[in-house]
């Protein structure tokens, strides 16, 4: 069965430090993956997915097929970072499996 | 260009009653879907539709949930009878085809009692 793991709940990081938030899968064949995030009191948006390869808000992400994982990164974090962050996968834009969520928080 | 809109925002409901959920996706946008959104997890597919099919329901509840999108456009997702566990942010969300980038409305938050 299709799955997502994030380790981390939350994650807490001082501003200009580097941040990781780990994203783990379990999928038969070769999924898409995706970068989720939620800003306070705004919507679900899309980040960055992994067909892309693109660079968005200075966060990147690699999708590891040997170790089926798919983490994303920034090597300076900033506060306005802070917000929820969802790794997610698909099947060819079908059969979307989301992970629980990590919670980034940069401080000041 | 005008977002994914959703209503009602909030509902409380007893258990056994049931509740129904609309949502307008973003114009021109033919593909739908159907999140529910418990407490401390992440989003979890309830249903795709592809204009007015259905392109995956596996994870639907069926005795209990059902969603359509007549014309192709609106949704609406009900369930029939609540249960205390549907208690949830249902989230909608279009892309403009499948594959394509999803955009979120802002979730309906409900509450069964």
């Known amino acids: 069965a299709q799955r997502v793991t994030q380790p981390e709940k939350l994650l807490s990081v001082f501003k200009g430090a580097p941040v990781e938030l780990k994203c783990n899968y379990s999928y038969s064949g070769s999924p898409e993956l995706f970068w989720y995030v939620q800003y306070s009191r705004q919507r679900l948006q899309l980040l960055l997915r992994?067909?892309s390869r693109e660079s968005i808000k200075g966060f990147t992400a690699d999708l590891n097929k040997g170790e089926t994982s798919f983490h994303l990164k920034k090597p300076f974090a900033q506060e306005e970072d802070s917000a929820m962050y969802y790794c997610?996968?698909?099947?060819?834009?079908?059969?979307?499996?989301f992970g629980p969520g990590t919670r980034l928080s940069v401080l000041p | 260009e005008a977002g994914v809109a959703q209503s009602p925002r909030y509902k409380i409901i007893e258990k056994r009653q049931s509740v129904a959920f609309w949502c307008n996706p973003i114009?021109?946008?033919?593909?739908l879907y159907w999140y529910q959104q418990i407490l401390g997890q992440g989003p979890k597919l309830l249903i795709q539709f592809q204009n007015n099919g259905v392109v995956d329901d596996s994870q639907l509840p069926k005795d209990r949930f059902s969603a359509e999108r007549l014309k192709g456009v609106d949704s609406t997702l009900k369930i029939q009878p609540a249960k205390l566990e549907d208690s949830a942010v249902y989230l909608c969300?279009?892309?403009?085809?499948?594959?394509?980038?999803?955009?979120f409305g802002p979730g309906t938050r409900l509450t069964v009692t």
């Open positions: 969300a279009s892309s403009s085809y499948v594959g394509y980038e999803q955009y």
């Open positions: 997610a996968l698909s099947n060819y834009g079908q059969n979307f499996v």
């Open positions: 114009s021109g946008h033919a593909t």
């Open positions: 992994h067909i």
